[in-house]
């Protein structure tokens, strides 16, 4: 039996929003959480490990949320941005329809009971 390699990554801030996105997304998909910050030397090492897979942003829309934004935008110049509505802030508040919408206008399976 071979282990299917998730070729999908989602890169959120923190575990809330992790548990936002796991709780609409039906397709595997690796989610990795910065918890607000990350060092130079992990995104070395997310560099390395994300070559050749589809790469995703989906941070809150505050100023910490956008400052990282920010720094994937320069170091994963490839990766694709979602975007949170601003009247919803957090990407852990918002409600599962609207997390359900972002995700599947880039193409990420969702639960159609969130549509």
């Known amino acids: 039996m071979s282990l299917v390699e998730v ?3 989602l890169i959120v801030e ?11 997304v039906t397709e595997p998909i690796e989610i990795i959480c910065t918890n607000g910050t990350i060092s ?7 560099i390395d490990e994300l070559f050749l897979k589809e790469v995703y942003i989906l941070v809150d829309s505050d100023d ?8 994937f935008k320069r170091e994963f110049p490839e990766a694709s941005h979602l975007y949170i509505d601003r009247a919803y802030r957090e990407v852990a508040t918002a409600p599962d329809h609207h997390v359900a919408s972002v995700l599947l206008s880039a193409n990420i399976d969702v639960n ?3 549509l």
Do not use: P
Request: hydrophobic content about 40%.
């Open 7 to 9: 070729e999908k990554v």
């Open 14 to 24: 923190g575990k809330s929003d992790k548990k936002k996105v796991l709780n609409v």
């Open 112 to 114: 159609a009971k969130f």
């Open 64 to 71: 910490a949320g956008e400052r990282l934004r920010k720094l």
């Open 40 to 46: 130079i030397t992990k995104m070395d090492e997310l």
